[in-house]
Structure formats: C-alpha cells, structure tokens
T-cell receptor, first 117, second 114 residues
Framework: AQKITQTQPGMFVQEKEAVTLDCTYD???????LFWYKQPSSGEMIFLIY??????QNATEGRYSLNFQKARKSANLVISASQLGDSAMYFC???FGRGSTLGRLYFGRGTQLTVWP | DSGVTQTPKHLITATGQRVTLRCSPR?????VYWYQQSLDQGLQFLIQ???????AKGNILERFSAQQFPDLHSELNLSSLELGDSALYFC?????????????FGDGTRLSIL
C-alpha cells in the first residue's frame, strides 16, 4: 500500500531563516513522482515543486528545494529565507507511474508552518 | 491563479439535499480529478476523468457521482447530503496522468451542511 508520512504537525521558524519540512513515503513501485503543495489559510492549493523517482539531482524552484533521499524514502522540503507569507499548511504528495492508481495523488496529513518576525 | 475554475466557492444547504459542484480545467488539460478535504480524513481522492471518460475511482460514496463533458468541464453531484459531507471539495487538472505532471488545483468549493 502507498503511504505518505509527515511527522511534524506544526513547525515554527523565524523570518529569514531556513526551515525543513519532513516527508517520508512507502512504496515498492520504482516509478513515482513526489510533489509539495502549499495551502494558505484562504484554502487554495498551490503547487510548489516536483521530484521524479529517477531524477539524479534534487529539484529546486526559487526558495524551495527538495532534499530527495531515495534509499531512505524521504523527500523533505527546504524553504530558504522564510517570509511571513510562507505561513501555511504544506502537503507532501505522491503519484505513481503505473497500475490502477495511475494519476491520482496520495497526500500526507500536512505540516502547519508558522513564520514569526 | 492556477487556471482551474471552481464554482460556487461556498455552498450552504441542508441534510437530504442535492448539490452540483462545477469545475473548468486549465486550458489544454485533459485530466480532471476531484478531491475531498476534511479535518478527520485529510485529502481524499474521489474520482478521475480523462478526456470525457472515467479513469479511476477512489473513496467516492455511492451518493456521489461525477461526469466530464465534451468541453472538458466536470461536475460533481452530491445527493442525500449528510452532516459528514461538509468539507472542502477540490477539482484539479493536469495535461495527462503521467508521473511528472503536476496537478493544478482550483480554489475549492466549501460545502456546509446544516
């Protein structure tokens, strides 16, 4: 069974500091994609970053980077130089490349990030 | 702006009623997905359509149904509503169902059952 685990219900970081949000996953499927989404208090879901299981390099998108450790089955999100606007719920999600589960996203329970001045 | 449009943004209704949630995917996206977000269940996949055809079903109740029309917009129909159906319902779209294609979400429809 596919499973995504986010062990940090809440994280606090001071503005301008870096923060790492943890995500581990469990699958025996060799082909998969890992995604991070941000959900502000207003409710929308915003796509942040993607990492493929066959990618050799860690993905980066501006201040977001994904620390992908395949052997440990972890895909942690690193936010550099935190801003007050980064305060939100962050979800790790996974998508598989074959089988009946093709296409759908599996989500973790999320981590609530609070950035303080 | 993700390019995915969901209407209405808010819906308040009573138990036993029926509602329809509407979604217009991003231009060029053929796949549409519906998700339900609630405090106790988190984000749950309901159903997927690709170019008008149903492709996958998740935790969708029999009281719920959906369809994707020739113009690719989709509707999620919820009937015989119960208090537990109160949730945020998201529509998402992607070009296809490939592993590397991110799904882009609409702003959601917040359904409140009184």
């Amino acid at each position: 069974a596919q499973k995504i685990t986010q062990t940090q219900p809440g994280m606090f970081v001071q503005e301008k500091e870096a923060v790492t949000l943890d995500c581990t996953y469990d699958t025996s499927d060799p082909s998969y994609g890992l995604f991070w989404y941000k959900q502000p208090s207003s409710g929308e879901m915003i796509f942040l970053i993607y990492q493929g299981s066959y990618d050799q390099q860690n993905a980066t998108e501006g201040r977001y980077s994904l620390n992908f450790q395949k052997a440990r089955k972890s895909a942690n999100l690193v936010i550099s130089a935190s801003q007050l606007g980064d305060s939100a719920m962050y979800f790790c999600a996974m998508r598989f490349g074959r089988g009946s589960t093709l296409g759908r996203l599996y989500f973790g329970r999320g981590t609530q990030l609070t950035v303080w001045p | 702006d993700s390019g995915v449009t969901q209407t209405p943004k808010h819906l308040i209704t009573a138990t036993g009623q029926r509602v329809t949630l509407r979604c217009s995917p991003r231009s060029g996206d053929l796949s549409v997905y519906w998700y339900q977000q609630s405090l106790d269940q988190g984000l749950q996949f309901l159903i997927q359509y690709y170019n008008g055809e149903e492709r996958a079903k998740g935790n969708i109740l029999e009281r719920f149904s959906a369809q994707q029309f020739p113009d690719l917009h989709s509707e999620l129909n919820l009937s015989s509503l119960e208090l537990g159906d109160s949730a945020l319902y998201f529509c998402a779209s992607s070009v296809g169902a490939g592993v590397g294609q991110p799904q882009h979400f609409g702003d959601g429809t917040r359904l409140s059952i009184l």
